[in-house]
């Protein structure tokens, strides 16, 4: 069974960054995607970014060229490094692991429980 525990939220202000954690236990499949979500109020989830064990990375438009996903030296440990922030950046940010379809969250078996990220104008 995998667990997934995020952390590194929180409130900044826009054009800011954040580094968000995302700490693994289980065993974890290097031949799946995982990823980043995140979902406002009233909005769909929605996938942020994406890796595989071979460091095939996918980022959705909008975050492009602003966030970078990444593995830790162990590969039980997922960053999000968030830059130049923007307002409607804010939303809670999901990790999850095992998916084959990288920013599909339909396609995604484990889920942690959200870190918020807020972003003020």
């Known amino acids: 069974q995998v667990q997934l525990v995020e952390s590194g939220g929180g409130s900044v202000q826009a054009g800011g960054s954040l580094r968000l954690s995302c700490a693994a236990s289980?065993?974890?499949?290097?031949?799946?995607?995982m990823g980043w979500f995140r979902q406002a109020p009233g909005k769909e989830r929605e996938g942020v970014a994406a890796?595989?064990?071979?460091?095939?990375?996918r980022y959705a438009d909008s975050v492009k060229g602003r966030f970078t996903i990444s593995k830790g030296d162990y590969k039980n440990i997922l960053y999000l490094q968030m830059s130049s922030l923007k307002p409607e950046d804010t939303a809670m940010y999901y990790c999850?692991?095992?998916?084959?379809?990288?920013?599909?969250?339909?396609?995604?078996?484990?889920w942690g429980q959200g870190t918020q990220v807020t972003v003020s104008s």
């Open positions: 999850a692991a095992q998916g084959w379809s990288p920013l599909g969250a339909n396609s995604y078996s484990y």
């Open positions: 890796v595989k064990g071979d460091g095939d990375a």
């Open positions: 289980g065993y974890i499949d290097g031949t799946y995607y």
